[in-house]
């Protein structure tokens, strides 16, 4: 069974732009949740989206958005990018029941904010 | 946003060693999991807790969900070379799926 998958692994944009990343769930997953990664704050929590819409948000600012495709597929997008949006960007897939327990990370998408 | 507090934040041992890792929180979990992440790679599910007083093994791995709700611990049993990583715990609410992790611990295996 093919894991997340998540696109592209790596990237460099200035601040001001914005960014959209991909994640491709594990086949019959229908959950897929998004997490930031970095140094100072470790792993936490952007939103979560089930049968394309957004079932729980973490507390982020506007500028980080997301969208669910029919296809459990899964895209986040950063706007006006900021240099502390550096991190790593992990997205989760697990079966549809809330509080099942065991979300599965793809590698993720290494955002650098220059 | 809430944190789980993990330690040791970081360990050195020798191979063949056991080790052991905690994780408290000052709120109730109804699920409890153990991630282990190497360099450059996402988190990688290790063992997954759903009931207080739970103890669960996989392979050289023990962990343990506590029976206040709001601590788990990890033990690894004669470690080798490929332990080396960072460890996070990550603790669930009923009804929801976001996970709220620990600060991990960075285990390193001399050989």
């Known amino acids: 069974k093919a894991g997340v998958t998540q696109t592209p692994r790596y990237l460099i944009k200035t601040r001001g732009q914005q960014v959209t990343l991909s994640c491709s769930p594990i086949s019959g997953h229908r959950s897929v949740s998004w997490y930031q990664q970095t140094p100072g704050q470790g792993l936490q929590f952007l939103f979560e989206?089930?049968?394309?819409?957004?079932?729980n948000k973490g507390n982020f600012p506007g500028r980080f958005s997301g969208r669910q495709f029919s296809n459990s597929r899964s895209e986040m997008n950063v706007s006006t990018l900021e240099l502390g949006d550096s991190a790593l960007y992990l997205c989760?897939?697990?079966?549809?029941?809330?509080?099942?327990?065991?979300?599965?990370f793809g590698e993720g998408s290494r955002l650098t904010v220059l | 946003g809430q944190q789980l507090n993990q330690s040791p934040q970081s360990m050195f041992i020798q191979e063949g060693e056991d080790v052991s890792m905690n994780c408290t929180s000052s709120s109730i979990f109804n699920t409890w999991l153990w991630y282990k992440q190497d360099p450059g790679e996402g988190p990688v599910l290790l063992i997954a807790?759903?009931?207080?007083?739970e103890l669960t093994s996989n392979g050289r791995l023990t962990a343990q969900f506590g029976i206040t709700r709001k601590d788990s611990f990890l033990n690894i049993s004669a470690s080798i070379p490929s332990d080396v990583g960072i460890y996070f715990c990550?603790?669930?609410?009923?009804?929801?799926?976001?996970?709220?992790f620990g600060t991990g611990t960075r285990l390193t295996v001399i050989p």
């Open positions: 989206y089930f049968s394309e819409t957004q079932r």
């Open positions: 989760a897939s697990s079966l549809p029941g809330a509080g099942t327990g065991e979300l599965f």
């Open positions: 807790l759903y009931k207080a007083g």
């Open positions: 990550a603790g669930q609410r009923t009804g929801a799926n976001n996970l709220f």
